[in-house]
């Protein structure tokens, strides 16, 4: 049964330029504001609870996206895409098809959610990744419509109770996420965009290795440390998948940084996909005084560290080129980052020339 939830959610994916300034999203934050104050910062855009505000500016909420969009395109330059729904889900699945520089609104009605929500891939569900769709397809659940007609307690049994639970909420459109305007814990992102969709999964570790050897870099320099890694492929088709993964123990190191990106991106299961760009980011930064190590009776743990010291040393007075990991001097493409500190916040585009 699909139930009304009476709020009007927007979901906005901006495109931001590459050499955006640093207090671009804080710009766009104090735009979503002078709208409404439930609006929260997301990586690649913004959640905004636009339920309050509909009668205080007498739009409904389309009108009020409308406005939003053509705001951020008159005063930023920042073209987006925008789903307009019930629920942060909805919302959220609305915003990934719709085009820059449109909208997509749903009507908070049964029929107008199931008409939307049933015919969709199964796959396009929070929570649900690769493995889980092939798993359902297995048993003729390829869409969103087919896994709401089977009953719960089926759906638990094929994935976990949890899982399976959360799997027949979202297939009937319920969701009770709630909007948070409250900032998020600092963070400092980077990205390697491939010059061509890249198939070559060595590739992809390389890139891997050189984000995890940039965020380490920039983590001991801040005198920070990470205590979990996100990692977001996005394929050709513009399509993303984004897991995370929380460390062991808090680091600024980028051989331990390093393994929790592959870590990530082996549980993905990629087979012959073709990437365009991969992002890493290191999550709840916390003072590196505040770390804690586990001791280990192997020396050879210590190796590495030791040599990222020298490493920064001869880095601070010879520039960045000066060392670097082994691998990534199999090539001479220069890979091209953009990078976002303090919540993701753009602030410059480095590109690091490998010779």
Same mark, same amino acid.
């Given at each position: 049964m699909i139930m009304m939830s009476g709020r009007r959610i927007l979901r906005l994916s901006f495109? !931001?330029?590459?050499? @955006?300034? +640093?207090?671009? /999203?804080?710009?766009? &934050?104090?735009?979503?504001? $002078?709208?409404?104050?439930?609006?929260?910062?997301?990586?690649?855009?913004?959640?905004?609870?636009?339920?309050?505000?509909?009668?205080?500016?007498?739009?409904?909420?389309?009108?009020?996206?409308?406005?939003?969009?053509l705001r951020a395109l008159a005063y930023f330059g920042v073209r987006s895409s925008a789903g307009v729904a019930g629920t942060p889900m !909805?919302?959220?699945? @609305?915003? +990934?098809?719709? /085009?820059?520089?449109? &909208?997509?609104?749903?009507? $908070?009605?049964?029929?107008?959610?199931?008409?939307?929500?049933?015919p969709r891939p199964v796959r396009e569900l929070p929570g649900v990744g690769g493995k889980t769709a092939a798993l359902l397809g297995e048993y003729g659940l390829h869409t969103v419509g087919d896994v709401a007609d089977v009953p719960q307690q089926t759906l638990q049994r094929l994935l976990g109770a949890r899982a399976g639970r959360a799997l027949h909420e979202h297939a009937r459109g319920h969701d009770t996420t709630v909007v948070d305007p409250t900032p998020?814990?600092?963070s400092l992102s980077t990205e390697h965009r491939f010059p061509r969709d890249e198939l070559d999964p060595a590739e992809h570790r390389r890139?891997?290795?050189?984000?995890?050897?940039?965020l380490g870099a920039r983590l001991r320099a801040s005198g920070q440390?990470?205590?979990?890694?996100?990692?977001?492929?996005?394929?050709?088709?513009?399509?993303?998948?984004?897991?995370?993964?929380?460390?062991?123990?808090?680091?600024?190191?980028?051989?331990?940084?390093?393994?929790?990106?592959?870590a990530v991106y082996d549980s993905l299961g990629l087979q012959r996909a073709r990437v365009r760009s991969i992002a890493l980011r290191a999550d709840v930064l916390r003072p590196a005084d505040r770390a804690?190590?586990?001791l280990t009776l192997d020396a050879g743990d210590d190796k590495p560290l030791v040599i990222e010291a020298v490493a920064d040393r001869a880095r601070a007075r010879y520039g960045r080129q000066v060392l670097y990991p082994a691998a990534l001097a199999i090539s001479s493409r220069p890979p091209s980052a953009r990078q976002w500190d303090r919540g993701d916040r753009p602030d410059d585009a480095r590109g690091r020339r490998v010779t």
């Open positions: 495109d !931001l330029p590459p050499d @955006a300034d +640093a207090e671009l /999203p804080e710009r766009l &934050r104090r735009l979503l504001e $002078d709208f409404t104050p439930r609006a929260q910062l997301l990586e690649d855009g913004a959640l905004v609870d636009l339920t309050g505000a509909t009668r205080w500016w007498q739009r409904d909420a389309r009108g009020i996206t409308e406005l939003v969009q !909805l919302a959220a699945m @609305a915003c +990934a098809l719709t /085009p820059l520089g449109r &909208r997509t609104v749903i009507d $908070d009605s049964p029929e107008a959610i199931s008409a939307f929500l049933r998020a814990p600092a890139a891997l290795l050189a984000l995890a050897d940039d440390i990470a205590t979990g890694v996100t990692c977001t492929i996005r394929y050709a088709d513009l399509s993303a998948t984004r897991r995370s993964r929380t460390l062991p123990e808090a680091t600024q190191h980028t051989v331990l940084l390093a393994r929790a990106a592959y804690a190590r586990q």
